[in-house]
């Protein structure tokens, strides 16, 4: 069992920075990969970003690459989300998910893999 607490999101201005915080419970962080999700009012949850249990590996989505970076610190069972360039369209709740996973660069990315998630953050961006 995992539990999930995200932290970090709040209101920014366009071209602003965030850094969002997924505290995991339990003993079993580093054998989960971890990933990030959001909704945005209207649409449906959409991929973020995933890293592989050991850190070793990360995946993008296409939307994010190059001004959002995933990152995880095992000793502190936490995962984290480091936004840059935020955009209005970049609103949406922040979903932090975990899956067991055995191969340690595994970096799944569709939310059916994941079974544990935690309660979502906000984040604003305005224009």
Known sequence: Q??????????????????LSCAASGRTFSSVAMGWFRQAPGKEREFVASISKDG???????????HFTISRDNAKNTVYLQMGSLKPEDTAVYYCAA????????????????????QGTQVTVSS
């Open 99 to 118: 899956k067991m996973v055995y191969g340690s660069s595994y970096t799944p990315s569709t939310e059916t893999e994941y079974r544990y998630w935690g």
């Open 2 to 19: 995992v539990q999930l607490v995200e932290s970090g999101g709040g209101l920014v201005q366009a071209g602003g920075s965030l850094r």
């Open 56 to 66: 070793s590996k990360t995946y993008y989505a296409d939307s994010v690459k190059g």
